[in-house]
C-alpha cells in the first residue's frame, strides 16, 4: 500500500536513484518525477527507468507530487526548500529526507515549510554505501534496511504515519524517535565508524604504504566506508559536531585503557577489554543485505 499519488525525487545519486528504482518496483503505476543539478544526472537515471519524469527546475518536480524527498548532501537542503517553500504545490504535499543528521536538518527546514502550509518529516534510511552516483543505484537498497524517521512534536500524526506506510512499502523497518535521540545514536553507530575507519586507515599507512599488499579481508572491513565521498562526510560530521565529539572524547578514553593495559602486559585485562568488546558486538544481529 502507498498512499503517494506522485513521488518528487531531488538530486538522483546513490540513495536518489535507488529511491526511484525501488519505488517504480513497489508503486509501478506513480509518477516520479526527478531532479538534479546537473541535467546529465536525469538523463542517466532516465536510461535505467525510461518511465521517470525529469524535470528542469525544483518547482516543475514538486508540482503536483504529494510527497517530495530530499536525495541531495545535507549542506545543499535549505537551498532546495526555500525555493519548495515558493513553489506551486499541493496542500497535501510531504517533505522528507534521506540525510545522516536530523537536529540541525530538522530545526532548519520544518520552520520554512510550516510558514507555507507544508509539512516536513525527517528521513533516514541505514541503507547508504561508500560508493556514490546514479551508476551504484540498487532496486533493494532499502530492503530489510532500518529507516529512522524523526518527526518533530509539532508533526501531525497523519503526516507520519504516511512516511511509515511509505518506506515500509520498500521493505524498511521504521523506527521512530526524536531528532536529538537519532543524532546521538547514529553517532555512535554511523558517524563513528567512519571517523574510525578513516583514522585506521590513517595510522596503518600513512608513514608506510609498503603493508598495502598485504591487505587482506580485516583491513578491507575495517576500513571500507574510508572511501566514501570527503566532502559529503564533512558536512555529516560537521552537522552533528558535537554528538561525534562526544563518543570520539569516550573513544580516546577507551584506547587509552588499552594503551595502558599493553603497557603493562597484563593479559587477564587484554583478555577482558576483549571479552566485553566481543560480547556488545555479539548483540547486533547479523545484516540481511550484501555491500
Known sequence: MNPESSIAILAPGLLGGSLALAAR????????????RRPEAV??????????????SISECVSGATLAVLCMPIQHMRAAVDQIATSQVLPELL?????????????????????????????????????????????????????????SEKCPSE???????????????????????????????SHLPHVMAALTTLAALKKDTRPI???????????RVAAGDPSMWTGILHENLNEVLAVLTETSHRLA???QILKTDNLVELHNFLSEAKKLRDLVPPSTKTD
Open 213 to 223: 599488499p598485504c591487505a587482506a579481508g580485516g583491513f578491507r572491513d575495517t576500513t
Open 25 to 36: 518496483h513497489h508503486f509501478p503505476s506513480v509518477p516520479i518525477r526527478v531532479w538534479a
Open 95 to 151: 517533505v522528507t529526507d534521506v540525510g545522516s543528521v536530523k537536529g540541525s536538518v530538522v530545526a532548519d527546514l520544518e520552520p520554512v515549510l510550516a510558514s507555507q502550509g507544508i509539512t516536513f518529516v525527517g528521513s533516514h534510511p541505514m541503507a547508504g554505501s561508500h560508493t556514490t552516483g546514479i551508476a551504484h543505484a540498487r532496486m533493494d537498497l532499502f530492503q530489510n534496511a532500518a529507516c529512522l524517521i524523526t518527526p
Open 43 to 56: 538523463e542517466d537515471l532516465r536510461q535505467i527507468i525510461p518511465s521517470v519524469i525529469g524535470c528542469k
Open 257 to 259: 585503557e588499552l594503551i
Open 159 to 189: 503526516a507520519i504515519e504516511r512516511l511509515r506506510l511509505f518506506w515500509t512499502a520498500l521493505g524498511c523497518r521504521v523506527i521512530e524517535m526524536n531528532p536529538a535521540e537519532h543524532d546521538h545514536c547514529v553517532a555512535r553507530i
